[in-house]
């Protein structure tokens, strides 16, 4: 049960003891039956001040400063999430390749969703929460799929979430993917618009429709970068972001994505991943440039295919 002492308005006077210490773990050790993540949230709402103004948790506290913490009332034990592991931790951290003031950007390994649900406790942003709780803002700033390995954007603060979901709006971000599908391109580069709606019978699956009245406007450049002698490797400018956009609108074509379970031909992957190994779906964001409006500063990211990906390239006869 949490401690219910602290249900009044409290006040703490800094000593020379715990002066130069950050506030957060100040309280961390002060208020033991409090949850990290109730402890930040906490601060991020100024429920907890110094000298009567907000602080930020890495604030370090000075001898003679005067704490003023907000009554606490039922803290239960399931504020705390149950962490995830520390492999995965590992993992997202060597995944990041970026960082600065606005935006944290990743290459995401495939068989990470970007959020937690029924079948994964953990996804991309609560391992961030976990990994870093002192941030005060970090939230994804659009989605790739579980099974899509490459760049993923998560943005620090509010300004640069809303400069990135305007961007992707208006196209003004360049953001590429590698897939390989089953077939053969025919011809050179060649820009795809189709309506995009919900299948029938199954809300998470895409369909191509017939008309803008049943469908939002789908738009991608396909170029084709590799020929083989079954296949084909593509580059993907994506103009739109609908769901499973690439995915439907290759299948569409009868050019599946190799390894796509939910739009490809079941007979056809199994064949292909006993030949080469590929035990998903062979999609890879690769590139991606934009101009944060709010700072000016531009970011231009291109990154090598997964290794997963490129040993499957690799088997491949032309």
Known sequence: MPDTTHNKVRFIT???ANAGQRIDNFLMKEYKF???????????????????KRIKPVKKLVAGEELRIAPIRDVPASTEPRPASSSLLELITKSILLEDDDLIVINKPAGIA??????????????????????????LAHRIDKETSGLLLLAKNRKT?????????????????QTLVLGKWQGGERKVENYLSRAKGGMQNMQVSESEEEGKLAESVFTPLKHFSENSLLSVRLLTGRMHQIRTQLADMQLPIAGDTKYGDFAANRDFGRRTGLKRLFLHAYKISFKLKHSGKVYDLDIPMADDLQGVIDQLSE
């Open 34 to 52: 409090l949850p990290k993540t109730a402890i930040y949230k906490l601060l991020r709402k100024g429920e907890i001040r110094v000298d009567k």
């Open 114 to 139: 970007v959020h937690g649900g029924t079948d994964n406790a953990h996804g991309v942003i609560e391992v961030f929460r976990q990994l870093r709780p002192e941030l005060e803002f970090i939230e």
């Open 14 to 16: 800094i000593t020379d």
């Open 161 to 177: 979430l809303l400069d990135l979901h305007e961007s992707f709006k208006t196209g003004d971000i360049n953001k590429h993917y």
